[in-house]
């Protein structure tokens, strides 16, 4: 069994279902990500691993004993909440103590241990001041602090750094996976930031209306997106859809019409069963490429299309294209590689381009699971 | 125009007015208590003849007077009694409002709307309508002339739960959830947290509650007949009273002694008041 076992759990709240039998494993001292847009639960189940919100159906389990009746200080979790929720009346050594206070430890014990965790924070200058004359880094840091002397099990964050200021925010976020590192905890960390989870996660979990969409290592879920919404959610630029209409398969892959409004091409993936019908295609920016007049590949589809934004970004530039259809297709190019109002050309890796069917699914060539 | 009202900015009618009507409503306010320094510190009927005055004129016949008072009559065991009767009050009120304020806003139970309407419902009720049931019962309990009669049934104040709550409502959920995180039982919650955070209004509800009770006459009135369980007020009362043999200098004596104790707490804590009456008011 998994460190941390979630198993078949759902959460209602009035007559609404929230969450809806999420499963999912973590190991000891794995960096998990729940990632996802506004309203999915990520938070809902955050709180449920706390203890702070009751689980409606199913099971949370910690190293092998399940958890749903156990008092939230009694799971060995600490939670870093997106407010900070500091004491405001307490000073940094207080708000940090507070926990080993009132499990009545005794001085010295708590002086070594709050030492320990602000030295790792650096705020041993800061023990005497309270929250208000802090600022939003430093609230932070002893948010995190006042997790850390608890030394819990796993440590849960609610969108740690969503208060913060982008560079800070970067800091920060380095500084994370070195505690991680460092103290080689189970972490679990809740953002609606794909760049954040992308970087901090060993796992992660996209979640999207009440439901696991997918999880797993963050390149394997921008390479290999199960469906629709993980592959759009994934990745920034956001991956390239284009409508398509599906017309037959063979040993050479599906023969696709319609691409963006006329292109014709067959996409090499073979052993899939759907009848013909709209599909839809999903291409990563950096799998388009301009190409010059009258340049053809065998393996690449070529669409015509007008340039509508191009955005310079020093090192490189995206270019966004209204395909015939009116598809905006943005690709990744180097420096001025086009002009706003000209037509371009674009050259579409086949070889890299997914195929989803029209309820969002992936539709996975080589005898790879069907559904 | 002069350097001073340029920096103050101009001096308009409105700004006139203003003053002129605040300097009036402090003369009007200020004169009777003025005027009660001025006869208790004065000989006999000085302040009163035909060449009245308006300043004091001897601090030894005002000296004198207090002395009177204090050895003469019941005045200082009044005190005793009135201090004590504040003092009981201001702890109970605290406490039992607080305690209801930390479960009606933090916490959700079965019938927590209903129970809070009616506690509102009793802020609706004026204190004569509930006098009697209240007397009836504390006397069925054998209370009257002690001091838990006196106290007790002033603990439960719905104003006091009511201010109290808006204040908690304001604390923020995830800090409960954080303390609850930390270990910190329901009570420590209460104590260490929840309390701290709504220091100002339990301040501001101390002092109104001062007020209130050294100011509160009908209440100690009728549970106190005997004269040992009399408080301030009745004692005063008493020296007003049209049938009483003391002259005017004693009666304002009386009058002077009752007022010192609310007036320096007034001094003291002058800025709470303000700023609780203001936010009583406004966060409601
Ligand atoms: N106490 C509650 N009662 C009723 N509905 C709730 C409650 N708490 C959350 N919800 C609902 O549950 C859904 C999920 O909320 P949750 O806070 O878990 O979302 P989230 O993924 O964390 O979103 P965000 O990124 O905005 O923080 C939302 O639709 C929300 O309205
Ligand atoms: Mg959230």
Known sequence: ?371 | MSRTTALRGPVTVWTVLKWTLAIAIAIVAVFPIWWMFNVVFSQPGEPVSLNPRLWPTSLSAGIDKIRMIFTETGYLGAYFISITYALLTIVGVLLIASLAAFEFSLFKFPGRRIMFGIVMLALMVPTAVTIIPTYLLTSRLGWLNTMQGLVVPGLASAFGLFMLVQFMRAVPKEMIEAARLDGAGHFQIYWHVALPLCSNAMITLAILTFIQTWGNYMWPLIIGTRTEMYTVGQVVGMFNSPLSHHTVDTVMTANLLAAIPPLLFFLIFQRKIVEGIAMSGTKG
Do not use: W
């Not at chain 1, 998990?32 to 949370?60: H, N, Q, W, Y």
């Not at chain 1, 060995?76 to 009346?89: C, K, N």
């Not at chain 1, 799998?287 to 090192?315: D, F, K, N, Q, Y």
């Not at chain 1, 180097?334 to 000209?342: F, T």
């Open chain 1, 1 to 371: 069994m998994a460190f941390i076992d979630i198993s078949a759990v759902s959460k209602i709240f009035g007559n609404t279902r929230i969450l809806e039998n999420i499963n999912l494993d973590i190991e000891h001292g794995q960096f998990v990500v729940f990632v996802g847009p506004s309203g999915c639960g990520k938070s809902t189940l955050l709180r449920m691993i706390s203890g702070l919100e009751d689980v409606s159906a199913g099971t949370i389990s910690i190293e092998n004993e399940v958890v749903n009746d156990v008092e939230p200080a009694l799971r060995g979790v600490a939670m870093v909440f997106q407010s900070y929720a500091l004491y405001p009346h307490m000073t940094t050594f207080q708000n940090v103590s507070f926990g080993l206070r009132m499990a009545h430890k005794t001085a010295e014990f708590i002086a070594a241990r709050v030492q320990q965790a602000t030295g790792i924070l650096q705020l041993d200058k800061l023990l005497e001041r309270k929250p208000g004359q802090l600022s939003g880094g430093q609230k932070q840091r002893v948010a995190i602090g006042r997790a850390i002397v608890r030394e819990p099990r796993v440590f849960l964050f609610d969108e740690p750094l969503s208060n913060l200021d982008a560079e800070l925010r970067v800091q920060m976020r380095a500084e994370l996976m070195d505690l991680h590192r460092r103290l080689g905890t189970t972490m679990i960390y809740v953002t609606h930031d794909q760049v954040e989870a992308m970087t901090l996660a060993d796992k992660m979990v996209v979640m999207s209306g009440g439901r696991i969409q997918q999880a797993g290592a963050p390149l394997v879920l921008y390479d290999d997106p199960d469906n629709q919404f993980v592959a759009g959610f994934v990745g920034s630029p956001k991956m390239n859809f284009l409508p398509a209409t599906l017309v037959g398969a063979d040993a050479t892959g599906v023969r696709l019409t319609g691409i963006g409004g006329g292109g014709n091409a067959v996409l090499p993936i073979v052993g899939i069963t759907v009848a013909a019908g709209p599909v839809t295609i999903g291409i990563r920016p950096e799998h388009l490429r301009l190409v010059t007049e009258g340049a053809t590949s065998p393996e690449c589809l070529v669409l015509e299309g007008r340039v509508a934004i191009v955005e310079e970004l020093g090192a490189e530039s995206f270019v966004h294209l209204d395909l015939p259809d009116s598809t905006r297709v943005t690709l990744r190019a180097g420096r001025d590689a086009g002009r706003i109002g000209h037509t371009a050309r674009v050259a579409l890796d086949l070889e890299r381009a997914l195929l989803f069917a029209a309820d969002g699914l992936r539709l996975r060539g080589r005898g790879l699971v069907q559904q």
